[in-house]
């Protein structure tokens, strides 16, 4: 199916099961314990064999010389691989580093070699054994170091491309007030709750590998170029995914080496990344530099507005993409961004939720209250002030729905703006300071091509396969919820199936998406399913409707189970996109509030309440997108206040590299959440007029926080994370 025009009237607008807030359909085998994770599959193959990765002690240099003599005379071991005994290996175009080290070491923590043994146990002592001598070299551990050496990044991705509308120095130069600040944002880690895991085994030439990964279908093309060896001969299977926020989009090395680890031991082999080898060796969102110019009219009307950003990766690595926002969120005539990238001996750096968004917005939207009170504004009537229904940098090009205002003016009366102080440390709770913040949100929506095939039996059960990933998203219930709707069943009626590269290729889980574009794929398919249905029932598919099980036209109605009597009827189709992403802007939007308290002696900052506003499009199923939208903004909080990966500058690694010395929010921290979702439709994004909304909770939070922080206490902080010691010594009076 090409979806090249603005979506009409459909069956997903009944809304009988589609936008009802249904319970996950997974959700019993998720608290039973059933739902099985990668490392779970204990039964799927027989004679499982375990094994442990050993990481590189350097960051930078070579192996001079490894002993595994050791480590494969201890007790149990059945095989030691190696870049040696690995042989040949290629590199997947979505990895930086390569996966195995040897002889070159690219980064820290990169694998060295795999110990395979009969039990975890066994193989963890062994690969204790083995001995490494490295010959170390000079590296490059230090952004900050490195700024004034990066370069415009290389690719032909026009995103990357520096931007210029008007005349943004001359305008900036001239403007009667002006903003001129610089902002930095740490290395931070995805600390998902399941490590990356992966249970592999061959049959003959076959490779079966059971794993947690995002994106089914470039894990199989990507995982065939590093071997070598047919994409048919690869299958993938990722039915449950414990967290992923981005860091599971790509091969890491727990898949290669289970691979290789039991084409070595001639059985099944299962990997599992310690939580330092995840925190070093997997990716990581990079850290930033950013400098934020901002020129306004006295009555506040932006007439320039400058976003640059310097961000470091491994070569061949990308840029932390943090200006983008800024092209889009607010009018002004005179504009430039820029990006520049660091050569960087760190742990490979990529795609973290809402890359860009999240940490452009901690910077943006911070200056966007430091330039009100400059103005003496109010720090929502100014950003009203600068909204825009067009793409400011092509102003003939629309936005196909753009409710950035409604969001801060729904957001203000719920949250109760009007009791904000407007002087910093105004309001007092005993020992704390009061301080509430705003920011916007914003988060581009894409949209991906996905596949989809539905199956009717005779029992009326519909079945739907997909390699569409489920990372706690939801995906199995708002794709069974479409199903259902489309053929009028219940949703009891529906078996989903999905994260098999067997099924047909979907978005899969990633850059807020899957969600739209998934279910999208699967309306596609049940398309061609109530054609078949109504064909073998003789009813004109165009007059028939699909409600309470049955399917009628005219004064005929008969069960949708009767025509598949003979047999099964499957529909199976792909959603495929035009243009409309081109000719109309696709975003999405909101708006953050967030109240703290700061201990006016301690400075230590407790979040006291939140509300996140979304103009997110159709909300598929309100009780399933809210719980992302929470997790995502309990993301946000992390990273404004405590989540901080340490980078050691003479070794070049993270020092906290697991959940003891890596402070991610826990209950405790978090308060009540609020979230409100405009009632909204966009026919421009897909027939399911909705967008993504998973990703957009996390942008804005940050500065909301620490706006809110400011608010209370009059300490402006632009390093983050806000952590007491940077707030301390500025402290107002305890008095």
Not at 120 to 139: D, M, N, P, T
Not at 390 to 402: A, G, L, T
Not at 653 to 680: K, M, R, S, T, W
Not at 694 to 713: D, F, K, P, Q, S
Request: proline share 5%.
């Amino acid at each position: 199916m090409k979806f090249d025009k603005p979506a009409t009237d459909n069956p997903i607008d009944r809304l009988q099961v589609v936008g009802q807030p249904h319970d996950r359909i997974d959700g019993a085998r998720k608290v039973t314990g059933t739902a099985r994770y990668a490392y779970e599959q204990h039964d799927v193959v027989p004679n499982q064999a375990y094994g442990y990765v050993l990481g590189a002690g350097i960051a930078k240099g070579r192996i001079a010389s490894i002993d595994l003599d050791a480590a494969r005379k201890a007790p149990g071991v059945l095989a030691v691989v190696t870049a040696k005994e690995a042989g040949a290996l290629k590199k997947g175009k979505r990895n930086t580093a390569r996966l195995l080290a040897g002889p070159e070491v690219e980064h820290y923590h990169q694998a060295v070699a795999l110990v395979v043994a009969e039990s975890f146990e066994q193989a963890r002592a062994a690969a204790s054994l083995i001995r490494v001598e490295y010959a170390a070299a000079k590296g490059a551990f230090d952004l900050k170091a490195a700024k004034d050496k990066a370069v415009k990044p290389e690719g032909d991705d026009p995103s990357l491309d520096d931007t210029h509308v008007g005349d943004f120095a001359g305008a900036f130069a001239t403007a009667p007030v002006k903003l001129d600040e610089i902002y930095t944002t740490p290395d931070e880690s995805h600390a998902m709750m399941e490590p990356h895991a992966t249970l592999a085994a061959w049959k003959g030439d076959k490779l079966t590998l059971w794993t947690a990964n995002q994106m089914v279908a470039w894990g199989v093309t990507d995982m065939a170029t590093t071997l070598g060896i047919p994409k048919q001969n690869i299958r993938i299977v990722s039915p449950f995914i414990g967290g992923g926020f981005g860091g599971k989009l790509f091969l890491r090395a727990d898949v290669l080496l289970a691979a290789l680890g039991a084409r070595a031991a001639r059985r099944p082999v299962k990997v599992a990344l310690t939580r330092p080898l995840m925190m070093n060796n997997t990716t990581h969102r990079p850290a930033t530099i950013q400098r934020i110019r901002l020129g306004a009219t006295k009555e506040g009307k932006i007439t320039a507005i400058g976003h640059e950003s310097w961000s470091g990766d491994l070569k061949g690595g990308g840029p932390e993409v943090a200006v983008q926002q800024t092209r889009l969120l607010y009018a002004g005539a005179n504009r430039m961004t820029a990006m520049r990238l660091a050569e960087l001996d760190l742990p490979e750096g990529n795609a973290m939720r809402a890359p860009g968004e999240a940490p452009g917005l901690m910077a943006l939207e911070m200056a966007m209250d430091e330039m009100a009170e400059k103005l003496g504004l109010d720090p929502i009537a100014f950003r009203l002030l600068n909204d825009t229904q067009v793409d400011p940098e092509k102003p003939e090009r629309p936005f196909s729905m753009r409710r950035l205002d409604e969001c801060f003016k729904v957001g203000a009366e719920r949250f109760g703006w009007s009791r904000r102080s407007a002087r910093p440390g105004g309001i007092r709770d005993g020992n704390w300071l009061i301080g509430i913040g705003v920011a916007a949100a914003f988060r581009n929506n894409l949209v991906m091509k996905s596949g989809a095939r539905v199956r009717l039996d005779a029992n009326g059960i519909v079945t739907v396969e997909t390699d569409m990933t489920d990372i706690g998203t939801g995906s199995y219930t708002i794709i069974g919820q479409t199903a259902a709707e489309m053929l009028g069943v219940g949703l009891d009626k529906v078996v989903v199936k999905l994260g098999d590269s067997d099924f047909p290729v979907s978005a899969g889980s990633g850059g807020q998406w899957g969600g739209n574009s998934s279910t999208a794929g699967v309306y596609a398919a049940c398309v061609k399913l109530r054609e078949a249905i109504a064909q073998k029932l003789g009813i004109n598919s165009t007059e028939a409707v699909f409600s309470g099980g049955e399917v009628k036209a005219g004064n005929r109605s008969l069960p949708v189970a009767s025509a598949a009597e003979a047999g099964p009827l499957s529909g199976e189709d792909t959603i495929e996109y035009g243009d409309l992403d081109e000719t109309h802007q696709q975003s999405t939007f909101g708006a953050h509030f967030v109240e703290v308290g700061v201990d006016v002696a301690t400075a230590e900052t407790r979040v006291r309440c939140m509300l996140a506003v979304c103009a997110a499009g159709r909300i598929l199923n309100p009780k399933t997108a809210r719980s992302q939208v929470i997790g995502a903004m309990t993301m946000g909080v992390g990273a404004a206040l405590i989540e901080e990966l340490a980078v050691d500058k003479r070794r070049g690694f993270f020092v906290n590299h697991d959940l003891a010395g890596y402070e991610v929010p826990v209950h405790a921290d978090i308060p009540h959440q609020d979230v409100v979702f405009l009632d909204e439709t966009d026919p421009m994004s897909s027939p399911m007029k909705a967008k993504g909304v998973g990703e957009l909770g996390i942008c804005g939070v940050g500065a909301a926080v620490a706006n809110a922080i400011y608010n209370a206490t009059g300490v402006r902080v632009r390093d983050y994370p806000i952590t007491l010691d940077k707030l301390l010594a500025r402290m107002p009076d305890a008095a």
